[in-house]
């Protein structure tokens, strides 16, 4: 969809219950939330009856955000029922630019439900407040047993680290700390960003599981560069 331009929804639909109604939105998207977004509303008149609609949605204020001129934010089209315990049945959604050209692949449903998919921004109706479920949930045992395990070898090596001295080993397990009781009380990998964070420090936790070359076989190597470095012949100056 280009930016500042009129484009026009055509759609039919019929309510058996007579109360159903047929939001279309056209949001810029960025994760769980929408900007930046035009609507209009359709609401059947006849219970029972196909209906014709249409109306004009604006696409004014689009791309204003970009990065850099490149990165744009995706645009979802999304079309829902806001009458609880309403229904309604759409038999086609058309939506047109400016040269009069069809935008929507499957518009008509002529194959299914190919290039729509179902959900619902209302996400704690699924979205458990608890990490170790949700990686119970997702990932079954094996999936939760991984979690558990990434995380406790990281800590592990991040304390044996510390036992070593290495202060910068006490704010990676200090973040692990608090990854693992967060989780108690929150979904924390749902958000990239925090799932990124755990991963890189959990890879720095790893990381210091190696304990560093001491004692005898550090010191041989040591003294036998030393000596490679006294035995060496003096150039001539």
């Given at each position: 969809?280009?930016?500042?331009?009129?484009?026009?929804?055509?759609?039919?639909?019929?309510?058996?219950?007579?109360?159903?109604?047929?939001?279309?939105?056209?949001?810029?998207?960025?994760?769980?939330?929408?900007?930046n977004?035009r609507?209009?509303?359709?609401?059947?008149?006849?219970?029972?009856?196909?209906?014709?609609?249409?109306?004009?949605?604006?696409?004014?204020?689009?791309?204003?955000?970009?990065?850099?001129?490149?990165?744009?934010?995706?645009v979802?089209?999304?079309?829902?029922?806001?009458?609880?315990?309403?229904?309604?049945?759409?038999?086609?959604?058309?939506?047109?630019?400016?040269?009069?050209?069809?935008?929507?692949?499957?518009?008509?449903?002529?194959?299914g439900?190919?290039?729509?998919?179902?959900?619902?921004?209302?996400?704690?109706?699924?979205?458990?407040?608890?990490?170790?479920?949700?990686?119970?949930?997702?990932?079954?045992?094996?999936?939760?047993?991984?979690?558990?395990?990434?995380?406790?070898?990281?800590?592990?090596?991040?304390?044996r680290a510390?036992?070593?001295?290495?202060?910068?080993?006490?704010?990676?397990?200090?973040a692990?700390?608090?990854?693992?009781?967060?989780?108690?009380?929150?979904?924390?990998?749902?958000?990239?960003?925090?799932?990124?964070?755990?991963?890189?420090?959990?890879?720095?936790?790893?990381?210091?599981?190696?304990?560093?070359?001491?004692?005898?076989?550090?010191?041989?190597?040591?003294?036998?560069?030393?000596?490679?470095?006294?035995?060496?012949?003096?150039?001539?100056?």
């Open positions: 969809m280009r930016p500042d331009q009129q484009y026009r929804i055509f759609v039919a639909l019929r309510s058996p219950d007579g109360k159903g109604v047929l939001s279309v939105t056209r949001c810029e998207k960025m994760l769980l939330y929408s900007a977004c609507d209009t509303t359709f609401r059947s008149h006849i219970p029972g009856t196909w209906e014709d609609f249409g109306a004009a949605i604006s696409t004014a204020g689009r791309d204003e955000d970009a990065t850099l001129r490149w990165f744009k934010r995706p979802e089209l999304a079309l829902f029922d806001p009458v609880p315990g309403s229904t309604i049945e759409i038999g086609h959604i058309r939506m047109l630019d400016p040269q009069g050209h069809d935008i929507l692949v499957n518009g008509d449903f002529s194959r439900t190919e290039r729509w998919y179902f959900t619902d921004d209302a996400r704690l109706i699924w979205h458990v407040k608890d990490q170790y479920f949700m990686s119970l949930f997702e990932g079954g045992a094996l999936g939760l047993a991984s979690f558990v395990l990434l995380a406790g070898t990281a800590l592990t090596g991040a304390v510390m036992a070593r001295g290495d202060q910068i080993a006490a704010a990676v397990a200090a692990l700390v608090a990854f693992v009781l967060s989780g108690v009380f929150d979904y924390l990998l749902e958000v990239p960003r925090l799932a990124t964070l755990f991963y890189l420090i959990a890879f720095c936790g790893l990381t210091m599981m190696r304990t560093p070359m001491h004692g005898p076989g550090a010191s041989g190597i040591s003294r036998d560069r030393s000596a490679s470095r006294l035995d060496r012949p003096a150039k001539p100056g």
